[in-house]
């Protein structure tokens, strides 16, 4: 089974950027979807981003299209995500998932969880 590191979060002002990154360690990486999630304070844990295990068809949640990209390289055992123009309400914690299953959103379908990188975007 994969297991899972993220880096790169921090303390961003508002508009500006971060890279997530997930390293996964494991023999199997590149059989899983990829995906990403956030928990604020006081809220549920929601879906970010995903990307089937060939890179192809990422998809994203509708608060983070366009500003957010997400990316693997099964060679590197990785997978990124891009941040920009980033807001206020984007801060959480940010978690890197995997699952075997195709195409889902759903955080109750991804078995293996990184232990999360903090993101603070000020105003």
């Known amino acids: 089974q994969v297991q899972l590191v993220e880096s790169g979060g921090g303390l961003v002002q508002a508009g500006g950027s971060l890279r997530l990154s997930c390293a996964a360690s494991?023999?199997?990486?590149?059989?899983?979807?990829m995906g990403w999630f956030r928990q604020a304070p006081g809220k549920e844990r929601e879906f970010v981003a995903a990307i089937s295990w060939s890179g192809g068809s990422p998809y994203y949640a509708d608060s983070v299209k366009g500003r957010f990209t997400i990316s693997r390289d099964n060679a590197k055992n990785t997978v990124v995500l891009q941040m920009n123009s980033l807001k206020p309400e984007d801060t959480a914690i940010y978690y890197c998932?995997?699952?075997?299953?195709?195409?889902?959103?759903?955080?109750?379908?991804?078995?293996?969880w990184g232990q999360g990188t903090q993101v603070t975007v000020s105003s």
């Open positions: 998932a995997a699952t075997v299953l195709r195409s889902t959103r759903s955080l109750y379908e991804y078995n293996v």
């Open positions: 494991g023999r199997s990486f590149s059989g899983y979807t």
